[in-house]
């Protein structure tokens, strides 16, 4: 089961993500994570720490969310994705595409630019 918390206290949207990202379990929340970047602009840190698992559907989701923000001049970083997520980045070389960073205080600085 893929669980959320949205944080939306600060200069940007947080949302952690626990569980596994894939095609039965991703479909709503990513869904949901569309309308935080919907706005021109808008900036979301994805903290995948606690993702166990993904597939081709959840990094289908990503990329889509990703080029969701970017086309509203908006931006997307996943951060610290699990050993196994960042495998996954690595052999799919999504890794050379999508924003990562170490941990939260690289995706202020990161989002804080933008």
Known sequence: ???KKIDKSGPFVIAHLSGE????????????LHEHVAGKGAKLAVD????????????SALVSLVNHARLG????VLVAPSSFV???FSVTRLDTWFDI???MNEAGKALTQR
């Open 86 to 88: 960042s495998g996954i």
């Open 73 to 76: 001049e908006g931006a997307v």
């Open 1 to 3: 089961m893929l669980e």
């Open 21 to 32: 990202l894939t095609a039965s379990e991703s479909e709503g929340v990513i869904e949901e």
């Open 48 to 59: 995948l720490s606690d993702v166990a698992l993904i597939d081709s559907s959840g990094l």
């Open 101 to 103: 960073c170490a941990n």
